[in-house]
Nanobody, 115 residues
């Protein structure tokens, strides 16, 4: 059974930082491409950042220079370091894993940027 468990969301002031974590089980993490997506109410889920099994990274234009995705294969965990947060970053963030062609999703973690 594949499980992706996100943590690290919460309330932060504009300009602040948060680090999201996603712990994976049930997959061979080192062979999986991982990513973070976000979805606001009434909108489509959008890519935030991805990191391949070979640690190549890709970012949405809206987060380049502010967010950093990384992975720790020893801990089966992918991270999203989010800096210089703005209210526009407020939404639910989802962890994604692609393993052997299958997509898996976490339950989501809420990030709220507000003063």
């Amino acid at each position: 059974q594949v499980q992706l468990v996100e943590s690290g969301g919460g309330l932060v002031q504009p300009g602040g930082s948060l680090r999201l974590s996603c712990a994976a089980s049930g997959i061979i993490f080192s062979l999986s491409d991982m990513g973070w997506y976000r979805q606001a109410p009434g909108k489509q889920r959008e890519l935030v950042a991805t990191i391949s099994s070979g640690s190549s990274t890709n970012y949405a234009d809206s987060v380049k220079g502010r967010f950093t995705i990384s992975r720790d294969n020893a801990k089966n965990t992918v991270y999203l370091q989010m800096n210089s947060l703005t209210p526009e970053d407020t939404t639910v963030y989802y962890c994604n894993a692609i393993f052997r062609g299958w997509h898996y999703w976490g339950q989501g973690t809420q990030v709220t940027v507000s003063s």
